[in-house]
């Protein structure tokens, strides 16, 4: 079946990097756009970046850019989010999501914690 | 603005119809969709182009648009149907951008 299942959180300090994995099956992954999501614990969703099938396009939202980056490689079937300068409000549950065209996201995973305390 | 604006919280009794709205200038640009989500769940696509209900999805679950508000109705509420709905808007083209709303507490009673 379709699925996406995420690795990578934990636990980093203020200034810190991670880099967060995504597996894909179930579907042909380089025929897909691919994103990732997040939620603040007990908040909303806030979408982060997306990047094109081929990987020749990314887009990030203003509260990442220049601080993440986002990346896949298409021969493993895997999505990956680099993020540097980690800062306490990007504590959040990172999904990874199927990106259907124009937008819409039609296969989540489970997600993955981050967390950024000293 | 660009943003997407839902009510904090809805309630309904059960066997009776919730209507969950969602505002935004962008909605009268781009299409709505619609995510359900559970307490330690991952969130799911309920509602898909304003009105197009992804496989597997009740048909007690519809959607609407007019102008720059959408709305999900569902019909015939069961408790388990309390979740927290979020509605989405956006494109990937250019530079536009994808977005959610607050997203809004169903809560049956």
């Known amino acids: 079946q379709v699925e996406v299942v995420e690795s990578g959180g934990g636990l980093v300090k203020p200034g810190g990097s991670l880099r967060l994995s995504c597996a894909a099956s179930?579907?042909?992954?380089?025929?897909?756009?691919m994103s990732w999501i997040r939620q603040a614990p007990g908040k909303g969703l806030e979408w982060i970046s997306y990047?094109?099938?081929?990987?020749?396009?990314?887009y990030y939202a203003d509260s990442v850019k220049g601080r993440f980056t986002i990346s896949r490689d298409n021969a493993k079937n895997s999505l990956y989010l680099q993020m540097n300068s980690l800062r306490a409000e990007d504590t959040a549950i990172y999904y990874c999501?199927?990106?259907?065209?124009?937008?819409?996201?039609?296969?989540w995973g489970q997600g993955t914690l981050v967390t950024v305390s000293s | 603005s660009y943003e997407l604006t839902q009510p904090p919280s809805v309630s309904v009794s059960p066997g009776q119809t919730a209507r969950i709205t969602c505002s935004g200038d962008?909605?009268?640009?781009?299409?709505s969709y619609w995510y359900q989500q559970k307490p330690g769940q991952a969130p799911l696509l309920v509602m898909s182009k304003d009105s197009e209900r992804p496989s597997g999805i009740p048909g007690r679950f519809s959607g609407f648009t007019s102008g720059t508000t959408v709305t999900l109705t569902i019909s015939g509420v069961r408790a388990d149907d309390e979740a927290d709905y979020y509605c989405?808007?956006?494109?990937?083209?250019?530079?536009?951008?994808?977005?959610f709303g607050g997203g809004t507490k169903l809560t049956v009673l």
């Open positions: 989405q808007s956006g494109d990937t083209s250019g530079t536009s951008k994808v977005l």
């Open positions: 990047i094109s099938s081929s990987g020749s396009s990314t």
């Open positions: 962008v909605l009268s640009k781009h299409y």
């Open positions: 179930g579907f042909t992954f380089t025929d897909n756009y």
């Open positions: 999501a199927r990106h259907q065209l124009p937008a819409y996201f039609d296969c």
